[in-house]
């Protein structure tokens, strides 16, 4: 199961908290009204006022960087390896996934403790 992330805030309630802060003016609400009805602080309902302006979908902006190498394909990979052999350590892990992949597919073994450790399962060193 996938962790919700707190501080998302979904789309149709960022359409109205941007709607409801342009309006402001002419429906005589405060910000601290609409607060209250959207549950968005202060600081970010300004910041989506702003951003109803600028875009009246309120979509989301692509992310700048390097897309992500671990796709899900690698994590179930990664879980099925671990599960099936739970004294491996990490470094025979990333072998074993990284195996048969693409040079730019190909993750690290800092990568793999990581995810480890965020599904919970303990990731070994060698000894």
């Given at each position: 199961m996938e962790e919700e992330r707190s501080h998302y805030i979904p789309l149709p309630l960022r359409i109205l908290a941007g709607t409801l802060m342009r309006?402001?003016?002419?429906?005589?609400?405060?910000?601290n009204q609409i607060f209250e009805q959207t549950g968005i602080s202060n600081s970010h309902l300004y910041l989506l006022e702003e951003k109803s302006y600028l875009d009246s979908e309120m979509k989301d902006l692509p992310r700048s960087g390097a897309p992500q190498k671990f796709t899900e394909h690698t994590e179930r990979r990664l879980?099925?390896?671990?599960?099936?052999?739970?004294?491996?350590?990490?470094?025979?892990?990333t072998r074993d996934l990284n195996e048969g992949m693409d040079e730019e597919e190909k993750?690290?073994?800092?990568?793999?403790?990581?995810?480890?450790?965020?599904?919970?399962?303990?990731?070994?060193?060698?000894?």
């Open positions: 309006e402001r003016n002419e429906s005589g609400k405060t910000v879980l099925r390896a671990m599960k099936k052999d739970p004294f491996q350590t990490c470094t025979e892990i993750v690290s073994v800092r990568t793999v403790r990581h995810h480890a450790n965020l599904k919970g399962l303990t990731a070994h060193r060698p000894w």
